[in-house]
């Protein structure tokens, strides 16, 4: 039951024209900075979708600025072609899908060891998978490229093959075996998301679960995995749009194996256009045509997303 002057302030509160312009005034300045956000971050995608449908004649006229006077689907024939999409859209589906499950795994195994499992020098340890997200991948280009360009697996191969070492460039080996090491593309970042949801899990569920028999795996797999949701939907969306987006490591690794990264750069070098407008309207196609299956994955998983993230603390 609320008291007299209770009441008072909650009608002072309610009616109060001061009060009221406060709460319109800052309804008006969120709402702005909303519809500017979203207008930044939607702008490029609309413009290339309009771009995209465009013909050679609407370059040049000044009248069209988003919708174009004379449709057409050539823009998006020419890219499809050009970048023989189809096969570079199945290629970066098996690598992204591959590694994102691989680095699930190795990443979530890494952390779980980190937070529940003290053992000497963690600390460092730690530390030093930390100073692997600051680390340019400039800086191990060249020794990682001839560690798969020369991959003998600690001397192992020659025993087994009779060769002195594999050649793994040109195929899917070295994104595997990056991502099963924990040492693939924004693998620290995904270590420290896992380590930190692990951490808030209460330690008490895994001393029950040891008490009734459970060793450390089971309870990995069994008890810690399944209170983890929103920090493997978190890592497993991060890995797979990182990948998918990656042209650095797929660069390096496949020079035959086409992917949509590497397909895109090279169409720029594949256009025998004279116009360089048109040659920029073209690689404006291409580029929707990379990013148009993230967009159709993300309006189905957006929801999913904005919880895990809320839920695992991710910010920035």
Do not use: H
């Not at 360089?276 to 291409?286: A, I, Q």
């Amino acid at each position: 039951m609320r008291s007299p002057t209770e009441y008072t302030n909650l009608f002072v509160r309610r009616y109060n024209p001061l009060e009221k312009g406060k709460q319109l005034s800052w309804m008006i300045i969120r709402t702005v900075m909303i519809i500017g956000f979203c207008f930044i971050i939607l702008f490029p995608l609309f413009l290339r979708v309009s771009v995209a449908v465009r013909s050679r004649a609407d370059i040049y006229d000044p009248t069209v600025l988003w919708i174009p006077r004379n449709f057409t689907l050539e823009n998006l024939r020419i890219a499809i072609e050009t970048t023989n999409y189809v096969e570079s859209l199945l290629n970066t589906i098996l690598i992204s899908s591959s590694t994102t499950i691989i680095q699930l795994v190795s990443c979530a195994l890494a952390a779980y060891a980190f937070a529940r499992l003290p053992f000497k020098c963690s600390g460092l340890l730690f530390g030093l998978v930390i100073f692997t997200i600051v680390v340019p991948p400039q800086t191990i280009m060249i020794p990682l490229y001839l560690t798969y360009r020369n991959f003998d697996l600690f001397g192992l191969i020659p025993l087994f093959t009779g060769k002195s070492s594999l050649n793994l460039i040109d195929t899917f080996w070295p994104f595997l075996i990056s991502s099963g090491t924990a040492m693939g593309l924004k693998n620290g970042l995904y270590i420290y998301i896992f380590r930190q949801f692990f951490r808030g899990i209460p330690i008490e569920i895994g001393e029950a679960a040891l008490v009734d028999g459970a060793g450390v795996f089971r309870t990995f797999f069994k008890i810690v995995i399944p209170n983890a949701v929103p920090a493997i939907i978190t890592v497993l969306l991060f890995s797979f749009v990182w990948q998918w987006n990656d042209s650095y490591y797929v660069s390096l690794f496949l020079k035959q194996v086409k992917v949509l990264s590497t397909s895109l750069m090279d169409m720029g070098m594949g256009l025998k256009e004279p116009d360089p407008v048109y040659t920029s309207m073209l690689l404006n196609t291409g580029v929707l045509l990379m990013i148009a299956p993230l967009i159709l994955m993300y309006l189905f998983v957006q929801r999913y997303f904005v919880e895990s993230v809320e839920r695992t603390g991710v910010v920035g």
